[in-house]
């Protein structure tokens, strides 16, 4: 019973109880998409590569969460392009995608003076850190989530299914394959803080990789996926 004590008297673990369960319901929604997309290593391409707007923000002075935001927004279109232009060898281009943004944002933070410790928990990840602005930032993000996978369900439904029947039914796959990527980029960003970069893919993939094993409808993957994130 200590632990409930302590949950209810102490502020810190009341918000690290709340981005649990808001990175529960982004890794749940998105996860489902990468998994079932097979496209668990443009996410880490895109995770990594959020560490170069990280670092030019706190280099700028300015918000890492929101500098994390447009760059895994760019990293994500442009691993987008790699993908539907080169598919050959997409591999190779996203793997230097990958180590070109975290060598940016680690020269970034060896040129910003003092220790930013802020960007280390942002690594590792400090759920134990959150602040009651992340959590909006998180819950803001969540929403932007929902109301995608509301309104854009079908299409995404069949671009992960069947792409040349959507190309037949007159569906822009494309937009919808970059729009689905900057979602998981967004997801990524909500899920930093949480257990930071170095696991945003296991926390990512696992839960709905388990779900596959017990849900066969994509709707039952995703919340049993954000009961399990």
């Known amino acids: 019973m200590n632990i409930f004590d302590a949950i209810a008297s102490q502020p810190f673990l009341q918000y690290a109880l709340l981005a ?3 990175s529960g319901v982004g890794c749940g929604l998105m996860g489902t998409y990468v998994v079932v997309k097979r496209i668990n290593f443009l996410a880490g391409g895109i995770a990594h590569s959020v560490l170069a707007g990280m670092g030019l923000a706190y280099f700028l002075g300015g918000s ?3 500098g994390a935001i447009i760059s895994a927004l760019v990293a994500a279109l ?3 392009w790699i993908k539907l232009r080169w ?3 997409e591999d190779t281009i996203i793997a230097a995608v990958w180590s070109i943004g975290m060598a940016i944002g680690i020269i970034f933070i060896a040129k910003t003076p003092g220790y930013s410790v802020d960007l280390m928990s942002y690594l590792f990840g400090n759920i134990l850190m959150v602040s009651s602005d992340e ?4 819950l803001g993000l969540d929403i932007i989530l ?3 996978v509301s309104v854009f369900y079908k299409h995404f439904l069949i671009v992960c299914f069947d792409e040349e029947f959507a190309k037949l039914r007159g569906v822009n ?3 919808f394959y970059l729009l689905l990527l900057c979602l998981v980029a967004l997801t990524v960003v909500l899920l930093i803080q949480v257990v930071g970069l170095i696991l ?3 926390l990512l993939t696992l839960p709905a990789a388990i779900a596959m094993q017990y849900q066969h409808s994509l709707k039952g993957i995703m919340i049993l996926a954000m009961v399990l994130g």
């Open 135 to 138: 959590l909006y930032i998180m």
């Open 64 to 66: 890492p969460v929101f």
């Open 200 to 202: 945003v893919i296991a």
């Open 87 to 89: 598919q050959e060898d």
């Open 20 to 22: 649990g369960v808001l």
């Open 146 to 148: 929902l109301a995608a």
């Open 78 to 80: 442009i691993i987008g």
């Open 173 to 175: 796959v494309n937009l």
